[in-house]
T-cell receptor
């Protein structure tokens, strides 16, 4: 079975400050890892994904994440956040060996303050 | 349009009524998923369709829930005898395995059971 834990339910941060949203996963098989963002009253949008290869993955809107297999982590980072980054962020895992269904974490609400 | 579409965007129903939610996937995407997003449970996988294969129904919460996919394209999620705990946002995603290994989500249907 696979599971995802997002360690922070809410992360308040001031504009232009750096931010890290933490994600740990558990899986007995190889995994694909994803971060999705959900803006208020909107659907899920893919930020970035790790399938294979380089463990540092760059996504849209200046976000990046690093896959750490030994620590089973996939933390999301941005060096300088904007007010417009205020949203809910979901980490998810799937396996290339099964149906590809996504197992999501509980989400982290990023609150960017002026 | 080129994205996943869902209808209706909002549905209010009375307890005990049946509802049907529709998903139009991206043209050419052979895989289709339904997820549910609720306050108490977060984002949960419901059901998966891949081509002509038998669907993976392992995420359906009860036998009141069913789904079908006609002609390998449009999918309908049906909830019979709705209960208040069925209130949630129902999300559909479509996917092409091996191309981008990315699920593209629709905007969702917000279901409210009174």
């Amino acid at each position: 079975a696979q599971s995802v834990t997002q360690l922070d339910s809410q992360v308040p941060v001031f504009e232009e400050a750096p931010v890290e949203l933490r994600c740990n996963y558990s899986s007995s098989v190889s995994v694909y890892l994803f971060w999705y963002v959900q803006y208020p009253n909107q659907g899920l949008q893919l930020l970035l994904k790790y399938l294979s290869g380089s463990t540092l993955v760059k996504g849209i809107n200046g976000f990046e994440a690093e896959f750490n297999k030994s620590q089973t982590s996939f933390h999301l980072r941005k060096p300088s956040v904007h007010i417009s980054d205020t949203a809910e962020y979901f980490c998810a895992v799937s396996s290339p060996r099964n149906t590809g269904k996504l197992i999501f974490g509980q989400g982290t609400t990023l609150q960017v303050k002026p | 349009g080129a994205g996943v579409s869902q209808s209706p965007s909002n549905k209010v129903t009375e307890k005990g009524k049946d509802v049907e939610l529709r998903c139009d996937p991206i043209s050419g995407h052979t895989a289709l998923y339904w997820y549910r997003q609720s306050l108490g449970q977060g984002l949960e996988f419901l059901i998966y369709f891949q081509g002509n294969s038998a669907p993976d129904k392992s995420g359906l919460p009860s036998d009141r829930f069913s789904a079908e996919r006609t002609g390998g394209s449009v999918s309908t999620l049906t909830i019979q005898r709705t209960q208040q705990e069925d209130s949630a946002v129902y999300l559909c995603a479509s996917y092409v395995r091996g191309l981008t290994d990315t699920q593209y989500f629709g905007p969702g249907t917000r279901l409210t059971v009174l």
